[in-house]
Each structure stands twice: as C-alpha cells, then as structure tokens.
C-alpha cells in the first residue's frame, strides 16, 4: 500500500511538470521565458479582442518562422494580429476579411501575384490551414514595403493593409477625405498602444 501511495505521488508530480508531453500550450515549462511573456501579452489581447482557443506556442512558432521569411519584426506583427482578430483563427469581418490576419481575396491576389503563388482563399479560414493566413498577411506586409515608394516603414504597411495603398497616399498628401484621415489616425494609435506592450515583453 505504501508503494502504491508513493508511485501514485510520483505521476502526480510529474504529470505537473508536463513531462508527459500534456498540449497545454500555456504552460511556461514548455517555453523559454521570452516566450512566456509573449504569449501572456498574446492572451490578453485575444481576451479583448479574439474568441475561442488558441494554442499560443504553435502560433507563436509560426509567425516567427514567416517573420523571418519576410523580414518582418516579430513584436510588429504580434500587433497587428492582436489588432485584426485577437488571434481568432475563425472569424469574417464585415467587409469580408478571415482568418487570423483578417486576410481579403484582393491581399490573397496581390499576393499570389507577387509571389508567383496560387494559395486558395478558402485555406484563410480555418484552424486547420491557419498558417497560410499568417503566410500570406506577412507576405502582403512586405509586398507593400517593397511595391510602393511611399510605404518605406512598417507603421505605414500597416495602415495601408486596412486603407490600401492609394488611400494612405491621398492622406499622405493632405488630399484624402476625413473619413481615411481618421481611420489612418486611429490605426497608428492602437498599433503604438498595443506595440509598446510587446516592446516591454521583451525587456
């Protein structure tokens, strides 16, 4: 019986140091400490802005590997996903975006053409696929910065992946309506709050 009690205390004890491979992705004997504080700044944003669950290691993975394909830094584009869908894997805007990159068939077919690629719209919203969504968000980032002289630092690509392009230029150049005017404000806004979070995670 004594054995029986002291094999049983072991399993106890291992089963919470995950030595059993458990997928909680949440749990901080699985990660590095930067990773830890990523995914804690991750949580609260899907709290606030996403729905349903989320395996955060996995998808921090992810975009890592896709911010180093495009040359895209990783707190930058942890905002813009925190932004865009909390980290929703599943959702559809009003104006037809999906996917965790809130990702529209225009951005698709930018990038497809850009790429030389023939990605699928209906892999952009699904947990399944939802790794080409993140594929394609950042390729479209980059495309931005690297089509048009007038989008030359990451703020900018960002307003024009939910203005477009030629909107943030009018803007830029004092010839756009309020309307775009406002809109542009309020993303740079939101993107510096939420920025600064990501910023001091790392620090």
Not at 34 to 54: C, F
Not at 134 to 148: E, H, N, Q, T
Request: glycine share 6%.
């Amino acid at each position: 019986m004594k054995k029986l009690f002291m094999i049983i205390t072991i399993l106890v004890v291992i089963s919470q140091l995950n030595l059993f491979g458990n997928n909680n992705s949440n749990s901080k004997y699985q990660m590095s400490t930067e990773s830890y504080k990523l995914i804690s700044v991750m949580d609260k944003y899907h709290k606030i802005y996403g729905k349903g669950t989320v395996d955060y290691l996995a998808m921090l993975g992810t975009v890592k590997y896709y911010c180093r394909k495009y040359d895209l830094s990783l707190p930058y584009i942890l905002t813009i996903l925190s932004i865009e869908s909390g980290f929703t894997y599943e959702c559809t805007s009003s104006y037809n975006a999906v996917g965790v990159g809130q990702v529209t068939r225009m951005c698709l077919s930018e990038f497809n053409s850009w790429y030389g690629k023939s990605v699928p719209f209906y892999k952009m919203n699904s947990r399944k696929t939802y790794d080409y969504n993140i594929m394609v968000s950042l390729g479209y980032l980059r495309c931005l910065m690297d089509k048009y002289i007038h989008i030359n630092n990451e703020v900018d690509a960002y307003k024009a992946y939910n203005i477009g392009p030629a909107n943030l230029r009018n803007v830029q150049l004092g010839k756009a309506s309020l309307k775009w005017v406002a809109a542009a404000n309020a993303y740079e806004s939101k993107f510096n709050r939420i920025y600064a979070d990501y910023i001091n995670a790392l620090h």
